[in-house]
């Protein structure tokens, strides 16, 4: 598990990228996040899992359609990675992103963990 963080305007989002080999181990990672950030205002994420068939899930815990788990699921694809999950776990600051904002701080978010993944891929 990798993990990287960013403030946008007060808010605070933390990513964390995981291999996983089913949904069910997903699901099971989020819910751990969810418990272990009871305080988070949303826990947003996507999948891809690539075996036989393509799996592609995303979620947007609340936030304003298409603004969180739609995008970290464009970075997950970009990047080309397969079996991973991406949650970006958000703390929100006070002063409202709009849809545009949140898009490019889960964008970015996503991109920051997941450039840590595939230096980690890299060096290995």
Known sequence: MKQAELE??????????YNIDDESQAIKIVDNIKKEHKKATHVCYAYRLVDKSEVVKFNDDNE????????ILAVIEKSGLKNVLIV?????????????????????????VCELKKNESLSN
């Open 64 to 71: 304003p359609s298409g603004s969180a788990g739609r995008p």
């Open 88 to 112: 970006v776990v958000r703390y929100f600051g006070g002063i409202k992103l709009g849809v545009g904002g949140l898009f490019r701080a889960y964008t970015k978010c996503a991109s920051l």
């Open 8 to 17: 946008v305007k007060k808010s605070k989002f933390l990513s964390f990228i």
